[in-house]
């Protein structure tokens, strides 16, 4: 074989596997999913396709909603959003999106919304709510059984508080306006944690603006906690109060980076590490 000869087979082969690269990866990541076999009452509506990835069950958005609702499906491909309206509820579902929103409400799913082959795949359980479903998993058979509720969501301006969004989104906003989401939640869990607890205020407001053993948090004191809140701080602010939580219990919060004290870290449990603050028990 020539040289000449002996490259053109190399570049031939180089190209092949070029053209083939995309299947192939497609077919490695398919044998990480578990498949899940889905039953809507005891029926089985999807067959192959809920799939386990990353302890995350995920299902496709058309395949379930059209079998457990009579609803109209649309798609955005700008935006890449699917919006599903069904018996007065409008849900929408965005592509890299870790929630989906239901009539102004937001149902986080830790999962990111995934496309996968071409079909819109969401965690199951805050789409399950979002269509008024209950989940029941069987540990045994390694199943997902749905039962249809009579409920639909209640919409946003009667769920929510608005003076508790008001400042929660706020102080969200103040001290973490530049965080990822998972830490905007997080402290959001600090202070309905707080509200919670006995040893402060009861209110959202109250815990804000708690100076009894001193200043509790720095926005409070500068102003800062008035600055209008970003999308994403009002969309943390509604998962709080949703009740979702990413630490259980957390009371206390701080960036090490610039705190000027560290009677935090010197006198609780240290929980974890968001972004740049540390979160303590």
């Known amino acids: 074989m020539t040289k000449r000869t002996k ?3 190399i570049l031939s082969l180089l190209l092949v596997g070029l053209m083939i690269m ?10 990480d999913y578990e498949q899940i076999p889905l039953y809507l009452e005891g029926k089985e509506i999807i067959s192959g396709e809920a799939l386990l990835i990353d302890s995350i069950t995920y299902v496709p958005l058309r395949r379930l909603s059209e079998n457990a609702r009579d609803c109209k499906i649309t798609y955005n491909d700008n935006t890449k959003t699917a919006t599903v309206s069904y018996n007065g509820s409008v849900i929408t579902v965005t592509t890299g999106k870790k929630y989906i929103s239901v009539n102004g409400r937001y149902f986080y799913g830790i999962g990111e919304v995934k ?6 795949y969401v965690p199951i359980r805050p789409l399950a709510k979002a269509l008024g479903l209950d989940v029941e998993w069987n540990a045994q058979t390694r199943s997902v059984n749905l039962i249809k509720e009579k409920w639909t969501v209640e919409d946003a301006e009667s769920y929510y508080n608005a003076d508790e969004l008001y400042w929660l989104s706020r102080i969200i906003e103040a001290e973490s306006g530049g965080e990822i989401l998972e830490g905007k939640i997080a402290v959001g869990n ?12 009861n209110t959202i407001y109250g815990v804000i603006f708690d100076f009894k053993h001193g200043i509790q948090f720095t926005p409070a004191y500068t102003g800062t906690i008035y600055n209008k809140p970003s999308q994403e701080s009002i969309i943390a602010a509604k998962m709080c109060l949703e009740g979702y939580e990413i630490i259980p219990d957390v009371l206390f919060f701080f960036n090490p980076r610039i705190a000027t004290s560290s009677w935090i870290s010197q006198n609780r449990p240290f929980a974890m590490r968001i972004g740049l603050h540390d979160f303590y028990y």
């Open 7 to 9: 490259l053109l087979s």
């Open 190 to 201: 600090v202070v309905l944690n707080r509200v919670a607890s006995k040893q402060y205020p």
């Open 115 to 120: 496309n996968i082959n071409g079909s819109l």
């Open 22 to 31: 995309p299947m192939t990866t497609f077919a490695t990541q398919k044998t």
